[in-house]
């Protein structure tokens, strides 16, 4: 099946700590994507990339970094910097080319820090 | 600065009623307008898009009715059903925005039985 992998589904924390978020798509895509949802907020981007090597912040990158060493895979790090991490984090994908914008969703991970 | 606003926050329609929801952006420059679909504890799915050079789309239940000059489109969930009870997000991107895709903050749409 091709489509996005998140994972952990669920992930704990204790405050202080720098924890990785894993993405992964097979979808031969392009262009990566993070955002952050919290209640009421809508998505917002917090790093993006259009190709390996290279991303380029977003509404709201500080306290997180990213790498893109591999086209299928965008990972990030949600560092003791970030003030707020406790919430919902979506990763997607999209084609870059042909005027195309649609991005797919993975599930999703929510994040947890106490 | 939000550049896609949303109304309303939450939505209770009855089954077999209409939905609609909301949305006005500020630059002109945006040329595709996407809907998403979004269930709890999910990640949003694409449900139907516009762009700016056609007044609606209809894709079953679903239509998109798209206002140029007054900067707003919105969306038409025809005989809504229980199913349909979700967040649904507008979004808004352009070209020489390396495809990012600005939201709107969301509609909780409740379809009662």
């Known amino acids: 099946d091709g489509g996005i992998t998140q994972s952990p589904k669920y992930l704990f924390r204790k405050e202080g700590q720098n924890v990785t978020l894993s993405c992964e798509q097979n979808?031969?895509?392009?262009?990566m994507y993070w955002y952050r949802q919290d209640p009421g907020q809508g998505l917002r981007l917090i790093y993006y990339?259009?190709?390996?090597?290279?991303?380029q912040k977003g509404d709201i990158a500080e306290g997180y970094s990213v790498s893109r060493e591999k086209k299928e895979s965008f990972p990030l790090t949600v560092t003791s910097a970030q003030k707020n991490p406790t919430a919902f984090y979506l990763c997607?994908?999209?084609?870059?080319?042909?005027?195309?914008?649609?991005?797919?969703f993975g599930p999703g991970t929510r994040l947890t820090v106490t | 600065q939000q550049q896609v606003k949303q109304s309303p926050q939450s939505l209770i329609v009855q089954k077999g009623g209409i939905s609609i929801i909301n949305c006005a952006y500020e630059?002109?420059?945006?040329?595709?307008f996407p809907w998403y679909q979004q269930f709890p504890g999910k990640g949003p799915a694409l449900l139907i898009a516009i762009r700016p050079d056609v007044s609606e789309k209809k894709e079953g239940r679903f239509t998109i009715s798209f206002n140029k000059s007054a900067k707003q489109f919105s969306l038409h969930i025809m005989d809504s059903q229980p199913g349909d009870s979700a967040t649904y997000f507008c979004?808004?991107?352009?070209?020489?925005?390396?495809?990012?895709?600005?939201f709107g903050k969301g509609t909780l749409l409740t379809v009662n039985p």
């Open positions: 630059n002109t420059a945006f040329d595709y």
């Open positions: 990339s259009q190709i390996v090597n290279d991303f």
């Open positions: 997607a994908s999209s084609i870059v080319s042909g005027g195309s914008y649609e991005q797919y």
């Open positions: 979004a808004a991107s352009m070209r020489g925005s390396n495809y990012k895709l600005t």
């Open positions: 979808l031969n895509h392009d262009a």
